[in-house]
């Protein structure tokens, strides 16, 4: 059967309603430009925790004058102190301050040949006829700390003694937003840092018998 659009009695109900849409539908996609797909915002990456890297203070003579005589042996071989750290992050610095007539002994050239640490010698200050080799230690160490602290990217530091004397660097490089750590002989530790650790400005105490 032919249809005219033009005669209304061919028309079943409901057509002259679908051609007039169908009309509509073509004039609109003529007028509308294309749709544009927008793509989905980008999911932004979690960053990777940061690495934790360590620079070491190690004051020998602290160390060595206040481990019991049955520990002795940890200063013959210093894993029990770096294979921990190394386990949490890298080591980037790591020096062992000496007065000058311990230069040549055998831990001394353990620390140095074999793990890396680099002797700072502390020349002995005099005051009177008194040699003071604690003084001349303490402020070597103290200087070369902070300036590491302050203008490297190292995340923790790690005091090896327990001389109430680097309290004030410890505090320094907790403001600097570093994370402390102190490993002290068990006789060798001041009230100072456990106060400190109390107060959240020392991270870690550790004690060696």
Known sequence: ???????????????????????????????????????APAVPAIPEPKQRTFAIFMDYRNLELHLKK????????????????????????????????????????QLSHIHHFFPVVCPRQVAGAVTKDHDSVDNKLESLARDIIQHSDITDIVIISGDADFSGLATFAHWQQKKVRVISALRALSGRFIEMHRTGTVDTVKLIE
Request: proline residues 9%.
């Open 70 to 109: 049955g520990s002795r042996e940890r200063l013959e071989n210093f894993s029990w102190l770096l294979d921990p750290i190394l386990q949490e992050g890298k080591i980037v610095f790591a020096f062992v301050f000496i007065p000058t007539h311990y230069i040549a002994l055998a831990p001394i050239m």
């Open 1 to 39: 059967m032919n249809i005219s659009l033009n005669d209304p009695a061919q028309i079943t109900p409901g057509t002259d309603h679908k051609i007039k849409t169908s009309r509509f539908l073509k004039f609109f996609k003529k007028i509308t430009p294309p749709f544009i797909k927008r793509k």
